[in-house]
């Protein structure tokens, strides 16, 4: 796998600010409009939506919030493909993401080592693609860029193939690799699109539920019988099955709206979810 460069941000000044002063403002609002309750646990993975930042800003701030004063030495992230590719699982190209906050070096040896084990787990592993567009992985960085304390290297995955036997096997080659690790998991999704309030509301609150339920499969059902919809809930259930092999046991939503919240519109909007993916917290030593 041959990574080379710096992969340019094709949405810094439009679905989020340019300017690395504004930006950082903004995100910082976000985070501190965030009203996060006590978490009864440790967190492993968050889920938080892909939108632009006006629109998802507000609920994603519920998801990285949650992470203030937290250090990881690894962030992997997950989100779906909206283009067309014929691999099931790409990876940028690149040596490193550029955002307006700075560059986020790309984690080449894990990517290597997830590659090898996605190759004996599915028969394929991650195919490069060069000067991507896609903007759901990329619109969580300057979140994680603000929040977290120190640097960390990027694990980046975006998932073309949506079925249950690529995110499962994702899940659990990302669980092996990331294993003993001081590492993140971040699923990015958006939930139902263009109904109106009433109706997203209702899709979206299944969903959710069925994003609590932490079971993957339960994701897959309500998609597939249009219980619920979620443009990521293939990257969900993947990080859902890799937080249960590092020790998570359950998850919280922690926030929920819609654009039409933002923009007066209830005719056709976007649901966006928060929440968290939580393992006992490890107990100190008893001395």
Sequence with gaps: ??????????????????????????????????????????????????????????????????????????????????????????????????????????????????????KSELGFGLSPIARDREHSLEIELPFLQRVLTGGFSLIPVMIRGQEPAVARGLGLALAQVLKDKNALLVASTDLSHFYDQQTANRLDAEMLKRFESFQPEKIFEAERTGKGFACGHAAVAAVLHAARELGADRVQVLHYATSGDVTGDFSQVVGYGAAVVLKPATQPPQL
């Design 1 to 118: 796998m041959t990574l080379v460069n710096i992969r340019p941000s094709p949405i810094a000044g439009t679905w989020y600010e340019g300017d690395p002063v504004r930006l950082a403002r903004a995100v910082d609002a976000y985070l501190d409009a965030a009203h996060v309750p006590a978490l009864d646990g440790e967190t492993v993975a968050v889920i938080a939506p892909h939108a632009g930042h006006r629109y998802s800003g507000p609920v994603a701030g519920y998801a990285f919030a949650a992470l203030r004063g937290r250090t990881f030495e690894r962030v992997a992230v997950v989100s779906p493909f909206h283009n067309f590719d014929v691999h099931p699982l790409l990876v940028a190209a690149h040596s490193a993401y550029s955002t307006p906050l700075g560059e986020i070096a790309v984690d080449k040896e894990s990517l290597l080592e997830l590659d090898v084990v996605l």
